[in-house]
């Protein structure tokens, strides 16, 4: 787990790769730095709270103090959320998706709400270890094992649905995921020394607006700078007509999760600049405005956390800057860019079939041969939102397609039909419970499955944040255009780790043309695109 690095004035200096110390843990507590919120949580013994390290409560001594690294295991260890700070209200930690070790990959299943669905057994059976096994493992990184992970998890989402909808609290306990009314009321007694009628009363917001039946409105949070419209051109650019739609400072789009249909809303708008009188470090946590539409409440967790996977809402962008921008190339470009993400998806087999359509083509080609592949084997949904009109195509009815009849050349088709194929029989998985590497070496084994290919589907599918695409054509045009050698560049690369997937990005964006107008409500039905 990260802490400060302690080697440069402490907590001056963004998120590490160090181990929990106590002395910068102290130090980024002392000075209530923001930017280490999520990455661990402070339990104060006379007290027996645990808060967030920029709780704004009076600095504890340091001999009452000790240092967590999740929520879980402060609550295992029997402290209670601070009611101040709200400590549970924090991005999660960076670290998973850098690391993406054992307990990483577990968490990421974990908060997609495997454990609530499947159990420990099924949790353990897609990160490939006996549940005792990963018990240990967790419990030695993570200070608790996966029953008390999901537990908090549960807890987290029953206080913001309490605190920010006007859902009855039966209807909340089983949205977020517990098995019982009872269960839930003794586990918010327990976390937030509240009941949940204190909680929902205690808001400062007052008695949430009533909105439609399986309407949520939630905020996210998200650490700062967040470049927010970047992001919104990305997705809109590459937008797939009957499954997304985006306007201005808006995105939206149709979601396939394990109970049924849903439909999510992202406003996307830059956060303000920070005051500069602000005396605390620059960077704290903004947040995104999701509205979910819901056939199910009990989706509301799988919603939730593949919409801060689309945000990339863990990322730490001042890690990612203080790297990235002393290089010569780079650096120009992240600071006209502070926060640039890396967008991430909603569903990995979807990312993956749309990159094997995506190959040789324009973005708009692509864009044209997907909406008709959607309009043809997709599940028409009806969402009230115009241009949404379709959930995206399953990988089994993917599979069972005669790649003659896909709107592409027939090699390409077979790919496809060959990928959809192994991610509906479990050859290649893509929940991001196996390790990187070994899916990267399964889709390489795949006919028509590409360096490329492989290592886009793990930048976005898998959150991977260290890819870089040498033979991109983009990245050769952009270099080009900066008035650089793309050879000379690309050769050292290697300089941008561990984050070159945020270097790709903001290559790409230089590129970025507006965002395109929102989509009709149906498909047109026009010729493929033929390769470029």
């Known amino acids: 787990m990260s802490t400060p690095a302690a080697a440069r004035d402490e907590a001056s200096v963004p998120i590490a790769t160090t181990r929990l110390d106590p002395g910068p843990c102290y130090a980024a507590v002392r000075s209530r730095d923001r930017r280490f919120d999520g990455v661990f949580w402070t339990a104060v013994r006379t007290t027996g709270i645990y808060c967030r390290p920029s709780c704004p409560a009076r600095t504890p001594a340091p001999g009452n103090v000790t240092f967590h690294p999740t929520a879980a295991s402060a609550q295992a260890a029997g402290y209670r959320a601070c009611k101040r700070c709200l400590p549970d209200a924090t991005p999660g930690s960076p670290e998973w998706d850098l690391r993406a070790g054992v307990?990483?990959?577990?968490?990421?299943?974990?908060?997609?709400?495997?454990?609530?669905?499947?159990?420990?057994?099924?949790?353990?059976?897609?990160?490939?270890?006996?549940?005792?096994?990963?018990?240990?493992?967790?419990?030695?990184?993570?200070?608790?094992?996966?029953?008390?992970?999901?537990?908090?998890?549960?807890?987290?989402?029953?206080?913001?649905?309490?605190?920010?909808?006007?859902?009855?609290?039966?209807?909340?306990?089983?949205?977020?995921?517990?098995?019982?009314?009872?269960?839930?009321?003794?586990?918010?007694?327990?976390?937030?020394?509240?009941?949940p009628t204190e909680l929902r009363h205690r808001t400062s917001r007052g008695a949430p607006e009533p909105g439609p039946e399986g309407t949520l409105t939630l905020r996210l949070p998200v650490r700062t700078p967040f470049a927010a419209s970047?992001?919104?051109?990305?997705?809109?650019?590459?937008?797939?007509?009957?499954?997304?739609?985006?306007?201005?400072?808006?995105?939206?789009?149709?979601?396939?999760?394990?109970?049924?249909?849903?439909?999510l809303h992202l406003a996307l708008a830059d956060p303000p600049e920070p005051r500069e009188r602000d005396p605390r470090p620059v960077g704290g946590t903004t947040q995104v405005l999701a509205t979910f539409t819901l056939a199910d409440l009990r989706d509301t967790t799988a919603a939730v956390e593949r919409t801060r996977r689309l945000l990339d809402a863990d990322c730490d962008p001042l890690a990612v800057a203080e790297h990235l921008g002393s290089d010569p190339v780079l650096g120009p470009l992240v600071a006209r860019h502070p926060g640039l993400r890396v967008p991430g998806q909603v569903d990995g087999e979807e990312t993956a079939i749309r990159t094997v359509i995506g190959q040789q083509v324009s973005v708009t080609g692509a864009r044209t041969v997907t909406g008709r592949i959607v309009a043809a084997h997709g599940v028409r949904v009806d969402t009230g939102v115009p241009g949404l009109t379709h959930l995206?195509?399953?990988?089994?009815?993917?599979?069972?397609?005669?790649?003659?009849?896909?709107?592409?050349?027939?090699?390409?088709?077979?790919?496809?039909?060959?990928?959809?194929?192994?991610?509906?029989?479990?050859?290649?998985?893509?929940?991001?419970?196996?390790?990187?590497?070994?899916?990267?070496?399964?889709?390489?084994?795949?006919?028509?499955?590409?360096?490329?290919?492989?290592?886009?589907?793990a930048m976005r599918a898998l959150a991977h944040p260290d890819v870089f695409l040498p033979t991109d054509v983009g990245v050769r045009i952009a270099l080009t255009r900066l008035g650089l050698d793309p050879a000379a560049e690309v050769a050292r690369a290697d300089a941008w780790r561990p984050w070159r997937s945020y270097a790709l990005l903001h290559l790409w964006q230089t590129l970025m043309p507006p965002a395109p107008a929102p989509v009709p409500a149906e498909p047109d039905p026009t010729p493929a695109v033929p390769e470029d």
Do not use: C, K
């Not at 970047?230 to 201005?248: S, W």
């Not at 993917?398 to 896909?406: H, R, V």
């Not at 990928?419 to 390489?444: K, N, T, Y």
């Open 103 to 195: 307990a990483g990959r577990a968490v990421r299943l974990i908060a997609d709400g495997v454990v609530d669905r499947e159990g420990v057994e099924g949790l353990a059976r897609r990160v490939g270890y006996t549940p005792r096994h990963l018990g240990r493992v967790l419990v030695a990184e993570l200070g608790a094992g996966p029953l008390a992970l999901a537990r908090a998890r549960r807890a987290q989402t029953a206080r913001v649905l309490i605190e920010t909808t006007d859902l009855g609290f039966a209807d909340i306990a089983f949205a977020a995921g517990f098995a019982s009314v009872r269960q839930f009321n003794d586990t918010v007694r327990e976390v937030y020394d509240a009941s």
């Open 230 to 263: 970047a992001l919104l051109d990305f997705l809109a650019y590459h937008l797939v007509p009957g499954v997304e739609t985006a306007g201005p400072g808006w995105y939206a789009r149709t979601l396939d999760l394990p109970h049924g249909p849903g439909v």
């Open 392 to 457: 995206f195509p399953r990988t089994d009815v993917l599979a069972a397609a005669d790649p003659e009849t896909l709107p592409m050349p027939r090699a390409r088709g077979r790919a496809l039909v060959g990928l959809a194929a192994a991610l509906a029989g479990g050859e290649v998985s893509l929940d991001r419970g196996p390790e990187r590497d070994a899916v990267r070496q399964r889709m390489l084994a795949l006919r028509g499955i590409g360096p490329w290919t492989a290592d886009y589907v």
